[in-house]
């Protein structure tokens, strides 16, 4: 099992900045690919950011450019740094890991971004 809890989240003026943090315990060994993903009231689920073990990344065409993930394996924790923030990417943000074959994200928890004057 892979736990995950998601930080980092808060209000933030359009063009600013934030940087939201997954920290990974349990069965971190085994864990492969790790991203984020978000949800907007009324809009679809949207697959963000990736990122393998090896440290290759993908991300939405509308967050590109923008955003960027990364991971630190030694701390078993996976970033989220969005910069130049746009209203349209007020969302809760949540994180996922893969591990042995297993999707794990915890839909009930995440964290809010919202992007507001």
């Known amino acids: 099992q892979v736990q995950l809890v998601e930080s980092g989240g808060g209000l933030v003026q359009p063009g600013g900045s934030l940087r939201l943090s997954c920290a990974a315990s349990?069965?971190?060994?085994?864990?492969?690919?790790m991203g984020w993903y978000r949800q907007a009231p009324g809009k679809q689920r949207e697959l963000v950011a990736s990122?393998?073990?090896?440290?290759?990344?993908s991300y939405a065409d509308s967050v590109k450019g923008r955003f960027t993930i990364s991971r630190d394996n030694v701390k078993n924790t996976m970033y989220l740094q969005m910069n130049s923030l746009k209203p349209e990417d007020t969302a809760v943000y949540y994180c996922y890991a893969e591990s042995r074959g297993v999707h794990y994200v915890y839909w009930r928890q995440g964290t809010q971004v919202t992007v507001s004057s």
């Open positions: 990122i393998t073990s090896g440290g290759s990344t």
């Open positions: 349990g069965s971190i060994f085994s864990i492969n690919a």
